[in-house]
């Protein structure tokens, strides 16, 4: 099977952009060259990779399937330069962390924030996107920070934070004045949801259908932060990790306990084979603060010296914590 480098990257342009000629901007190449390396990749791979839409080109299951496994591989040469370099200025490598959409928008930022206040360590952030699996066996990834269970992954799981859903509420909203808010009284509002698609929306769902009720949102994303947004502008209300719920708090969010407990837990993806760097325990030990000072009174967190005793971080001597609860998911 012949394949070239330069096709893989004309395929990779056609996934992020949807289009040839979107891709041939990309690579600096013309609309007739990107389509001939992908009809001569596709003729080397023997299947189809795309099908169109009008211009559009959109990805068959055997070309996602494709693209899971070349993007590790693309990312892992274009980085060469970079090594190279690191290599020659005696510089070390980055601490490559990926997370899940919702785990980025503030909780990385803070420990990022803190782990560079500590450390000289440099930083490459990915997104770890949970329905394409793009994280079997993915080696160039230090670590990633996911809801629990993840399945996509023959990564170590660590769990090292469990947290309460919370109702978001818009400021000035009857239901804010309450210190305890019940899902029926949301199923009332104007309700913005998560899609069907994510973690927490089955659980949300059946939950509410315990309490007697139903949810009929006339607002669904697939992002929390989004819906924390359109809370704060007043279009509804929702029910919401509490640490992104608690970053728009500024912005006019408020943030209430729910009578029926749903929980979420946090957890750590670290690869089994590879030995834990200094960078990698501090990195681990600031995401642990961060989610105790985002999270406030809606999360139970791992103390440092239990996670960090685990084989796969190495030895470091434990601080001292109170609160205890499971340390591997298996």
Not at 38 to 65: C, D, M, V, Y
Not at 112 to 127: G, L, N, P, Q, Y
């Amino acid at each position: 099977m012949d394949i070239r480098l330069d096709w893989l990257r004309a395929f990779r342009a056609i996934m992020q952009t949807g289009t040839v000629t979107g891709a041939a901007d990309f690579v600096l190449r013309t609309q007739p060259q990107v389509s001939r390396m992908l009809a001569r990749l596709e003729a080397s791979l023997n299947f189809q990779l795309f099908t169109r839409e009008g211009r559009r080109l959109i990805p068959t299951e055997n070309g996602l399937r494709f693209y899971a496994h070349i993007e590790p591989i693309l990312m892992n040469f274009d980085g060469l330069k970079g090594v190279a370099e690191d290599i020659r200025t005696k510089r070390g490598k980055p601490l490559i962390i990926a997370a899940e959409p919702f785990l980025l928008h503030s909780l990385l930022p803070k420990a990022v924030e803190t782990m560079h206040s500590r450390t000289d360590a440099k930083f490459a952030i990915d997104m770890c996107v949970r329905e394409v699996g793009l994280w079997m066996s993915r080696s160039n990834v230090d670590l990633a920070l996911v809801a629990l269970p993840f399945t996509h992954s023959d990564m170590e799981r660590v769990a090292f934070a469990e947290a309460e859903l919370v109702a978001s509420l818009p400021t000035g909203h009857p239901l804010a004045e309450r210190e305890i808010v019940h899902l029926t009284d949301l199923a009332a509002e104007p309700f913005i949801a998560l899609r069907h698609t994510t973690l927490l929306r089955s659980q949300i769902d059946l939950a509410l259908m315990r309490s007697g009720g139903v949810f009929r949102p006339f607002i669904e994303t697939g992002s929390g932060a989004t819906a924390c947004s359109l809370v704060a502008r007043g279009l509804g209300v929702s029910v919401s990790d509490p640490i992104v719920a608690n970053s728009f708090e500024r912005e006019g969010v408020v943030v209430r306990r729910l009578s029926t407990q749903l929980k979420l837990t946090y957890g750590l993806l670290v690869d089994s084979r590879a030995s834990a760097s200094p960078h990698l325990r501090e990195m681990v030990s600031c995401l642990i603060e961060a989610v105790q000072e985002l999270g406030k009174e809606f999360v139970t967190v791992e103390p440092y010296g239990k996670v960090l005793s685990l084989p796969i971080f190495g030895k470091r001597k434990p601080p001292t914590s109170s609160n205890v609860f499971r340390s591997i998911l298996a």
